[in-house]
């Protein structure tokens, strides 16, 4: 894991166990908005494809 990787993941995980101004007060940033921008992993969300996919598909059974 490179120190760029380790930084994210536990930027990451702070501010998901707290916050972000936490997170940032760990690194030593003066702005929670530094921290959010580069170093905390924001989800991604696919949009919600069950009602395509039950088409194909079939719905679950």
């Known amino acids: 894991m490179t120190q760029c990787t380790f930084r ?3 930027a990451t995980l ?3 166990a707290s ?3 936490t ?3 760990q690194f030593g940033h003066s702005r929670e908005g530094i921290t959010e921008r580069h170093y905390i992993a ?3 969300r696919a949009p919600d494809s ?3 996919l039950e088409l194909g598909f ?4």
């Open 8 to 10: 994210k993941t536990v």
């Open 14 to 16: 702070i501010a998901e």
């Open 19 to 21: 916050d972000s101004k």
């Open 50 to 52: 069950s009602a395509v």
């Open 42 to 44: 924001s989800p991604e």
């Open 58 to 61: 079939g719905a679950a059974s």
């Open 23 to 25: 997170a940032a007060k």
